[in-house]
């Protein structure tokens, strides 16, 4: 079993910047591929962003390439998502996800959730 902690969520102002870390327990972490997702009020999840194991491959959505840098401390068993050039479209709760194998974007893919922190950006 994987248990995924979000936190670093908080409200913030247009244009600033945000780190989000999820910290991981249970099962080996090293090679799992992990992946932030968010939801915003009255809309489906969607993917944000995904490591693989080593650091080395990195997926974005569009929305936020650019601005988003996803990275991950194996040592310490946490994954980060720098969050810079905030918008109020960034407002949603940001939930980290874990799988294993090659780096995937779709909600059904992984297997194992964290309960979300919330991120909303005022204009």
């Known amino acids: 079993q994987v248990q995924l902690v979000e936190s670093g969520g908080g409200l913030v102002q247009v244009g600033d910047s945000l780190r989000l870390s999820c910290a991981v327990s249970?099962?080996?972490?090293?090679?799992?591929?992990m992946g932030w997702f968010r939801q915003a009020p009255g809309k489906e999840r969607e993917f944000v962003a995904a490591?693989?194991?080593?650091?080395?491959?990195?997926y974005y959505v569009d929305s936020v390439k650019g601005r988003f840098t996803i990275s991950r401390d194996n040592a310490k068993n946490t994954v980060y998502l720098q969050m810079n050039s905030l918008k109020p479209e960034d407002t949603a709760v940001y939930y980290c996800?874990?799988?294993?194998?090659?780096?995937?974007?779709?909600?059904?893919?992984?297997?194992?959730w964290g309960r979300g922190t919330q991120v909303t950006v005022s204009s």
């Open positions: 996800a874990a799988t294993y194998g090659y780096i995937k974007s779709k909600i059904s893919e992984y297997d194992y």
């Open positions: 249970g099962r080996t972490f090293t090679n799992a591929v």
């Open positions: 490591i693989v194991w080593n650091g080395a491959n990195t």
